[in-house]
C-alpha cells in the first residue's frame, strides 16, 4: 500500500506509515535477537558475549550504508514530492551503485582487517575465538544487508512501508527456524547462529529486489537515465554522506562504549549483550516512526507545504514521547522477566548486570525517541548537517562521560552517561529549530 504523505490526517497517515517500517525493523532485530536468545541459553555466557560484541561492530560497519540509504530515501522522497520523475530516476542510478560499491569496500576491508577489529576490541581472551569464528561468517552478510536497505528506501521514499515488512517477516521466521536447527539440533556452535543470520538476510535482499524490478516498472530507470550527472551526484553526496556519516559517528560512540564495558568483563559483556538487545527492541518503534515521520517531511517538503510541517512536527513530538513512556514503564518493570528471556536462570550475575543497566538507561527512552525526530527532520528539511551536529553532541558526551565516570562509578558510570546526552542533543536541536524555523520553512 502507497501513502501520500502530503494529503490527508497527519497523525493516521504517520502511525499508518510507520507502522509497517516498525514492524519490519522489529523482524529485523530478530535476527540477533534469536541469535542471542539461542546463544545464551544453548552454548553459554562466553559466546554470549561474543554475539554482544559482534553486534555493536556489526551495527557500526552496517551503518554506513544505512546512512547512504537513509540519506538518499529522503532525496528520493523530496523528488518524488516534488514530481519529478526523471530526477528520481537518475538519483536511482547514482545512489545505487554508491551503496553496493561502499558495501562490497567495507567487506573485502574487514576481512582483511579482522585481528586489528579484534585488538580494538579489547575482549577477554577466553572470548576471542567465538568472537572470530562469528565474524568470519557474519561480515559475508553485509552486502545482503546493503540490497535490502537500498530497496527498502525507495519503496519507502513513494510511501510503500509495507512490501519491506513481507520480506523481513519471511526472512526473520527462516532465521528462528535455522538457528535452531543449526545450533540446537546440528550443535554447529556460534557459527551456526552465524550462518542462519546470513541465509536469512540474503533471502530478504533477493526477494525485495525482485519485487522492485517485476512489480515497481515505473520506478525503474530506462537507458536514458544511465549517465553522469553531477549535479544529482552532488545532491545525492550532500545528502548520503552526512547522514552517513552521522550513523557512522553514532556507531562508532556505541562501539567506543562496548570496549569499555569489556574492560569489565565477561559477566559484564553478557548482562550489556542482552540487555542492549532488550532495549534497542524496546526503542526501535520510535526510531522507525522518526524514519517515517522523515519521509512525511520530506515530501511536504518538496510539495512546499509549510503549514502541514509545521502541524506535523508538533504531532510527531507528541506521539514519540507517548510512545517512549510506555515502553519506559514496560522495561523498568520487567528488567528480570526479559533478561531471563536470553540467559539461563542460574547466571544471576548477568541478569543482575543487564538488570542494572535497563533500569538506568530505559527510564529515559523519551530522550532518543526525540533525538531521533529531529534526524528525521533536519535530514528532509536539507539540513543533513546538523543531524550530523546532534549525533556528536550525543555521542560525543556520552563517550567523555562513560570514560570519565566509569573509574569512580564503574558500569553505572556507563550507564548514566547514556541519556546524559540523549537530552543535551534534544535541548540543542529544539534551540537550533525555533531559532531558524523561518529558514527552515524558507519563508
Known amino acids: 500500500m502507497y501513502y501520500k504523505l502530503t494529503?490527508?490526517?497527519i497523525p493516521?497517515?504517520?502511525?499508518l506509515f510507520a507502522l509497517p517500517m516498525i514492524a519490519g525493523n522489529l523482524l529485523q532485530q530478530i535476527y540477533n535477537i534469536t541469535d542471542t536468545l539461542i546463544v545464551g541459553q544453548f552454548i553459554g555466557v562466553h559466546a554470549l558475549g561474543a554475539v554482544g560484541s559482534a553486534y555493536a561492530l556489526?551495527?557500526?560497519?552496517t551503518s554506513i550504508f544505512i546512512g547512504l540509504s537513509m540519506g538518499i530515501g529522503s532525496l528520493f522522497s523530496i523528488y518524488y514530492g516534488a514530481k519529478n520523475d526523471h530526477a528520481l530516476k537518475t538519483a536511482i542510478v547514482h545512489a545505487f551503485f554508491l551503496v553496493i560499491g561502499v558495501a562490497l569496500t567495507l567487506t573485502v576491508l574487514s576481512y582483511l582487517l579482522i585481528h586489528p577489529i579484534l585488538t580494538f576490541l579489547n575482549v577477554p581472551t577466553v572470548i576471542v575465538p567465538d568472537l572470530k569464528t562469528y565474524l568470519m561468517w557474519i561480515l559475508s552478510g553485509m552486502v545482503a544487508v546493503a540490497f535490502y536497505n537500498f530497496f527498502a528506501s525507495l519503496l519507502r521514499a513513494?510511501?510503500?512501508s509495507t512490501i519491506p515488512l513481507y520480506f523481513l517477516a519471511f526472512s526473520a521466521i527462516t532465521n528462528i527456524l535455522l538457528d535452531s536447527l543449526f545450533v540446537i539440533v546440528f550443535q554447529m556452535g556460534i557459527a551456526g547462529a552465524a550462518i542462519a543470520t546470513v541465509i536469512a538476510q540474503y533471502l530478504s535482499a533477493i526477494g525485495i529486489t525482485f519485487y522492485v524490478l517485476t512489480k515497481c516498472k515505473l520506478l525503474?530507470?530506462?537507458?536514458?537515465?544511465f549517465y553522469y550527472d553531477k549535479?544529482?551526484?552532488k545532491s545525492i553526496t550532500k545528502f548520503s554522506l552526512l547522514t552517513c556519516l552521522q550513523q557512522s559517528c553514532m556507531n562508532f560512540g556505541i562501539l567506543l562504549i562496548q570496549r569499555l564495558v569489556n574492560s569489565f568483563g565477561a559477566v559484564t559483556m553478557a548482562g550489556f549483550g542482552a540487555?542492549?538487545?532488550?532495549?534497542?527492541?524496546?526503542y526501535l518503534p520510535v526510531q522507525d516512526f522518526g524514519n517515517a515521520f522523515s519521509t512525511f517531511v520530506a515530501q511536504n517538503y518538496g510539495a512546499g507545504k509549510k503549514e502541514r510541517l509545521r502541524d506535523g512536527i508538533k504531532i510527531?513530538?507528541?506521539?514519540?514521547?507517548?510512545?517512549s513512556l510506555v515502553a519506559s514503564l514496560f522495561v523498568c518493570l520487567f528488567a528480570k522477566h526479559l533478561m531471563m528471556v536470553f540467559v539461563k536462570r542460574e547466571e544471576i550475575e548477568v541478569i543482575l548486570s543487564g538488570v542494572h543497566y535497563l533500569r538506568i538507561e530505559g527510564a529515559f527512552y523519551v530522550g532518543i525517541g526525540i533525538l531521533f525526530l529531529f534526524y528525521g527532520l533536519y535530514r528532509s528539511m536539507n539540513q543533513p548537517l546538523m543531524s550530523l551536529v546532534l549525533t556528536i553532541i550525543s555521542l560525543g558526551l556520552r563517550v567523555v562521560l562513560a570514560y570519565s565516570l566509569a573509574p569512580f562509578f564503574h558500569e553505572t558510570g556507563i550507564w548514566i552517561s547514556i541519556p546524559i546526552g540523549w537530552f543535551i542533543a534534544d535541548a540543542f536541536g529544539f534551540y537550533y529549530y525555533f531559532k531558524h524555523r523561518s529558514v527552515l520553512m524558507k519563508e
Open 316 to 323: 510527531a513530538c507528541l506521539l514519540s514521547t507517548a510512545f
Open 231 to 233: 549535479a544529482i551526484l
Open 7 to 9: 494529503e490527508g490526517s
Open 158 to 160: 513513494v510511501g510503500n
Open 275 to 282: 540487555g542492549v538487545k532488550i532495549d534497542t527492541f524496546a
Open 220 to 225: 525503474l530507470p530506462t537507458r536514458e537515465h
Open 58 to 61: 556489526m551495527v557500526f560497519l
Open 12 to 15: 493516521k497517515n504517520l502511525i
